[in-house]
């Protein structure tokens, strides 16, 4: 899981174990290299009648609570269906044509139904509340357009209802919106953030809280209603692509699960917020684009594997004579936002104890490495490090991947969305809610421990 440790808690742990190390190991070491568990609902919501809102279910009992990981157990869709996603969802023309998201949303549904990392699935269409509907009622909605539209769906008003009625563990809830932030007081918009921290926290606490957000462009053909109201509406809209989102709302671990299962697969826009992960294996790579005079530090390397190397012996190191190693990643755990190279070559930092060691690149697996006889084939990137000072002694290193904010939210946000775009009002602000709920502490999304130590 995702370590809550700060890095400078962090060194002394480590210093104080490498210090314990039985010191260097012979030169005989030298460069040597040889869906989802099924379960049962705690409380499923019954039947309601049209229109009702579904009694809010039974607590868990306090060892479900506490359990570190849990199978998922329930998956509830939510679709918006206000006059805004009209356009998303035109009555099919005369020539049979559809919308992206249509297209998109549709096999999603059919995904979510027919998907074994959940026993139970439920349906349902949101106006001023959610009601309750079935697999097939939304599908044909999603195809054949809304029938009767909602005025307007108060954002903080249905992130309240979800978390009231519909949290729990080993469940999500999945709700599929625009996303536009349109209070009837327009006095309410500069309290966007508080007002989404409000609704998720209203119900009580719940520190294992997670949201992971997808984002998706679509073509639009119907009434295009900005979040301000007075800059009027626009139809026979648009020429250009309108967003829209899927988010994830459950406990951490159910979300990570839903996350793998049904929507890594596509290519989105991503942010998460209070997910966790596995720490990712990693090791050193003696023999992949390393420079310099060391080796494998770690007890007993000619005898093992080399897939968990974290001891670097340096023989020698100097501005003449630098020493470069590689450390190979799997993060094929992670969602695409961790993956991303460009994204990993400005958040994944290495910090050490005296020592000028530095990260000079990232890059992700190729067809090459992915073909190799030798270890690197059995990552998907790797990082490179160089440092030109011999360590006097053993020495920590860390390489951490930072939590940030990816690029794309401030590229997708807009204060004024009178005219249409590729862009979201207030998205910026809505997201500053997700991130207010989980506290002010950034956690790394992992941290991965090193040693220097000077050859024997």
């Not at 559809?98 to 699935?121: C, D, I, M, P, Y």
């Not at 209070?274 to 003696?286: A, C, D, I, M, R």
């Not at 500053?432 to 090193?450: N, S, T, V, Y």
């Amino acid at each position: 899981m995702r370590h809550s440790s700060s890095f400078s808690r962090l060194l002394p742990v480590l210093g104080l174990s490498v210090l314990l190390l039985p010191g260097c190991y012979s030169r005989s070491d030298m460069k040597s290299e040889d869906s989802v568990a099924k379960g049962t609902p705690a409380s499923v919501p019954p039947e309601e009648a049209p229109g009702a809102v579904p009694a809010k279910p039974q607590a868990a009992d306090a060892e479900t609570a506490g359990a570190t990981t849990q199978p998922l157990k329930a998956v509830n869709v939510f679709l918006e269906v206000s006059g805004s996603m009209e356009g998303f969802m035109p009555k099919t023309g005369a020539g049979g044509e559809n919308t992206k998201f249509q297209q998109h949303v549709a096999q999603f549904l059919s995904e979510v139904n027919r998907t074994g990392a959940a026993r139970q699935k439920m349906f349902y269409r949101i106006k001023e509340k959610p009601y309750r509907d079935s697999y097939q009622g939304i599908s044909t909605t999603v195809r054949s357009g809304i029938q009767q539209p909602a005025k307007s769906t108060d954002i903080p008003s249905v992130l309240d209802t979800l978390m009231t009625n519909y949290y729990q563990p080993g469940t999500v809830s999945v709700l599929i919106s625009d996303f536009i932030y349109s209070p009837k007081n327009t006095g309410a918009i500069p309290y966007i953030k508080t007002d989404i921290t409000d609704a998720l926290t209203r119900s009580g606490s719940h520190p294992e809280l997670a949201v992971s957000v997808y984002g998706y462009t679509s073509d639009f053909r119907g009434t295009y209603y900005p979040a301000l109201v007075a800059s009027g509406k626009k139809t026979n809209c648009c020429d250009t692509e309108i967003p829209y989102y899927i988010w994830v709302v459950g406990p951490a671990d159910a979300v990570r699960q839903f996350d793998k299962a049904l929507l890594e697969q596509q290519p989105a826009k991503q942010a998460h917020f209070g997910v966790t992960y596995p720490q990712p294996n990693y090791s050193l790579l003696s023999k992949y684009q390393n420079v310099g005079s060391w080796y494998y530090g770690d007890a007993g390397a000619s005898k093992r594997n080399a897939e968990s190397y974290r001891v670097i012996a340096v023989s020698e190191a100097s501005a003449k004579q630098p020493i470069e190693f590689v450390v190979g990643l799997d993060l094929s755990g992670l969602p695409g936002q961790y993956r991303d190279v460009a994204y990993l070559k400005q958040n994944l930092k290495l910090e050490g104890v005296d020592t000028d060691a530095k990260l000079l690149d990232v890059s992700a697996a190729t067809a090459q490495t992915k073909a190799s006889s030798g270890p690197e084939s059995k990552f998907t990137h790797f990082a490179k490090v160089r440092l030109t000072r011999q360590p006097k002694a053993a020495r920590p290193l860390v390489l951490r991947l930072q939590d940030q904010r990816p690029a794309w939210v401030a590229q997708w946000t807009t204060k004024n969305d009178a005219t249409p775009a590729p862009k979201t009002f207030a998205l910026s602000g809505l997201l500053d809610g997700l991130e207010a709920q989980g506290g002010e502490e950034r956690k790394p999304i992992f941290e991965l421990p090193l040693t220097l130590q000077p050859a024997e």
